[in-house]
């Protein structure tokens, strides 16, 4: 099993909240700890514990850090191309052929059993998303999200990615719903209809969350409060 961490993203709607990249903000081990980390140092904790396989992707401009922590945890670096358009796109270069791959989005704070959960479904082969398909009602987050996606068939995974490219440039598809517009590819529903299905979906609604927005860092109780008490990481 190959587990690529997708931290190459431009943060756009992060803006540079806190003076630094979203992966490098600190979050707290568990909702009850006092201890932080920078939060992609805990996805990297607990991707090396599921797997012996791991890959970091970076971003092309200041890959510096993300190589650093990689290097920590005994984790391989790829730096992505510039620009590239989503995390599918960026990742796409280190997939395993004729092995499971799972992804896990670099930006999310894991609970445990969230995490047993993606692997579980990623032992099942096939294409799985792992994500939550409503608000949250523990995080206060006020819609949806996807945190990872694991498949066995890298080629139709191919296939996907540049399906749901055409499907942006020709107007189909929400510009910047791209997990979600492989999901609709895949279950064979309306593009811009929000609706989940399995086996394709598996839901996932505890703590776990998508730090990408300064709102969401500011709400989630695994990092609520924690700019009253010191600058971020870097």
Known sequence: MRVIVAAAGPQTRWAGYLGTR??????????AAPVTFPLLELVLLQAVFWADDVWLTAPADDPR???????SY?????????????????????????RTNVLLLGDVWWTP????????????????????QHASTVTGTPYGEIFAQSWTDSAEM??????????QDAGR????KHGWTMLRLLQ???????????????????????IDVPADYR????????????????
């Open 113 to 132: 059993a969230a995490l047993a959960k993606v692997f579980a479904g990623a032992a099942d082969g096939g294409f799985r998303f792992y994500g939550r």
């Open 158 to 167: 191919r296939r996907l990615t540049d399906a749901v490219r055409a499907e």
């Open 188 to 210: 064979g529903t309306p593009l811009r209809e929000h609706v989940v299905r399995p086996p394709w979906w598996v839901e996932v609604d505890d703590a776990t969350d998508d």
């Open 22 to 31: 979203s992966h490098f903000v600190p979050a707290r081990v568990d909702l």
């Open 65 to 71: 850090p993300y190589a650093g922590l990689a290097r």
């Open 173 to 176: 598809a929400d510009s910047t």
């Open 74 to 98: 005994g984790v391989h670096t790829h730096i992505a191309p510039p620009a590239t358009r989503n995390e599918f796109e960026s990742t796409r270069a280190v997939w395993a052929d004729g």
């Open 219 to 234: 709400r989630h109780p695994a990092t609520r409060g924690l700019t009253k008490g010191g600058a971020a990481c870097t």
